[in-house]
């Protein structure tokens, strides 16, 4: 029988709802505190080993359903020779930002065998260590997001630069976004191969496009991405529930200020969305808030329970165990 949480984005009946969050492995750990006190995240990437143990970690004390690869979605753009520094508190930094057709013409286009062997062993150490209940979801960043970084240099809530080439200059990011596509296929469909169960594209900043823009500029690549792929799909941004009706993808992430009921409304299935911050206060209203959103369900297929978004540093990793149990004590009855 295939993982829960691949049965629950075919929509298939499923004897509970499948539970993991995004950013589970990492910052919230006390496993992964003490790994990065000798092990930047990608020297720890770097480490088939000590990737599969921090990508493990929380499986094993939160009971979630499934493991998510611990990586960050930059780390295939250093194969295309873009030099990215990951910096404490910031974030991805780039020095040298793609700015003209000359910067898109120098990517390349890399083989994932030979830019990232080690995240492909990684991927089989791991899904080689769950039952075969337990899924294994592989990500990319996605096309926007990863642009984004590359042209700007650094985080940012405006996305001056990106949107400076997007209408000033559209023969360059379209050739930008080709190369991303490219990229992302290749590197996916490689997760895929070793052993990924499921594909989340991490877009989490394409809520900043107004609906004709993201249809114009971002869309048809999102779509590329993710059609490309056998195995199902999870579309993920913050911000996106204008975007929805656009987005492809089996299941979509959305996040604490999205519907649920919307998008099982439109025959999709749904990953999401509590609040995280929640879980820095006291956990009855985490309980209040999850049985809510459990209620909203109401037991239809296509749920995938998550946070709006990803796991905060301080969040007790007992709470999110506690969570994971409610979930699966609820909806369980329910399937009863």
């Given at each position: 029988?295939?993982?829960l949480?691949?049965?629950?984005?075919?929509?298939?009946?499923?004897?509970?709802?499948?539970?993991?969050f995004?950013?589970?492995?990492?910052?919230?750990?006390?496993?992964?505190r003490?790994?990065?006190?000798?092990?930047?995240?990608?020297?720890?990437?770097?480490?088939?080993?000590?990737?599969?143990?921090?990508?493990?970690?929380?499986?094993?004390?939160?009971?979630?359903d499934?493991?998510?690869?611990?990586?960050?979605?930059?780390?295939?753009?250093?194969?295309?020779?873009?030099?990215?520094?990951?910096?404490?508190?910031?974030?991805?930094?780039?020095?040298?930002?793609?700015?003209?057709?000359?910067?898109?013409?120098?990517?390349?286009?890399?083989?994932?065998?030979?830019?990232?062997?080690?995240?492909?062993?990684?991927?089989?150490?791991?899904?080689?260590?769950?039952?075969?209940?337990?899924?294994?979801?592989?990500?990319?960043?996605?096309?926007?997001?990863?642009?984004?970084?590359?042209?700007?240099?650094?985080?940012?809530?405006?996305?001056?630069?990106?949107?400076?080439?997007?209408?000033?200059?559209?023969?360059?990011?379209?050739?930008?976004?080709?190369?991303?596509?490219?990229?992302?296929?290749?590197?996916?469909?490689?997760?895929?191969?070793?052993?990924?169960?499921?594909?989340?594209?991490?877009?989490?900043?394409?809520?900043?496009?107004?609906?004709?823009?993201?249809?114009?500029?971002?869309?048809?690549?999102?779509?590329?991405?993710?059609?490309?792929?056998?195995?199902?799909?999870?579309?993920?941004?913050?911000?996106?529930?204008?975007?929805?009706?656009?987005?492809?993808?089996?299941?979509?992430?959305?996040?604490?200020?999205?519907?649920?009921?919307?998008?099982?409304?439109?025959?999709?299935?749904?990953?999401?969305?509590?609040d995280?911050?929640?879980?820095l206060?006291?956990?009855?209203?985490?309980?209040?808030?999850?049985?809510?959103?459990?209620?909203?369900?109401?037991?239809?297929?296509?749920?995938?329970?998550?946070?709006?978004?990803?796991?905060?540093?301080?969040?007790?990793?007992?709470?999110?165990?506690?969570?994971?149990?409610?979930?699966?004590?609820?909806?369980?009855?329910?399937?009863?």
């Amino acid at each position: 029988m295939d993982p829960l949480l691949v049965r629950a984005a075919r929509l298939e009946p499923v004897e509970r709802t499948p539970v993991w969050f995004m950013r589970q492995a990492g910052r919230s750990l006390p496993g992964y505190r003490e790994i990065r006190k000798q092990n930047t995240l990608f020297e720890i990437v770097r480490q088939p080993e000590l990737c599969a143990q921090v990508t493990l970690e929380p499986v094993r004390l939160h009971g979630v359903d499934a493991a998510v690869m611990f990586a960050d979605i930059m780390l295939p753009v250093l194969g295309m020779g873009v030099d990215v520094e990951l910096v404490e508190n910031i974030g991805p930094v780039i020095e040298q930002p793609i700015r003209t057709a000359a910067d898109v013409e120098a990517l390349r286009v890399p083989e994932p065998a030979e830019s990232v062997p080690f995240v492909l062993e990684a991927v089989g150490l791991v899904r080689a260590q769950l039952e075969p209940e337990q899924a294994l979801v592989g990500f990319c960043g996605g096309p926007f997001t990863v642009a984004g970084y590359v042209v700007e240099g650094r985080p940012t809530r405006d996305f001056v630069q990106t949107k400076r080439m997007m209408y000033g200059a559209p023969e360059v990011w379209h050739a930008l976004m080709e190369k991303l596509t490219a990229m992302s296929i290749r590197y996916l469909r490689a997760k895929v191969e070793a052993g990924a169960d499921a594909i989340q594209l991490f877009d989490s900043w394409v809520g900043a496009l107004s609906v004709a823009d993201y249809r114009e500029f971002v869309a048809p690549y999102s779509d590329r991405i993710l059609g490309s792929l056998s195995v199902p799909t999870i579309h993920f941004g913050t911000g996106t529930q204008h975007l929805l009706q656009d987005m492809a993808g089996d299941v979509l992430g959305i996040d604490w200020r999205g519907n649920l009921s919307e998008v099982l409304d439109m025959g999709r299935g749904v990953q999401g969305n509590l609040d995280g911050a929640l879980l820095l206060g006291p956990f009855d209203r985490v309980e209040r808030k999850t049985v809510e959103l459990l209620e909203e369900v109401a037991g239809r297929p296509g749920h995938i329970f998550n946070l709006g978004h990803g796991v905060l540093p301080d969040t007790n990793p007992a709470d999110l165990k506690r969570l994971v149990e409610l979930v699966h004590e609820r909806t369980t009855a329910v399937a009863a």
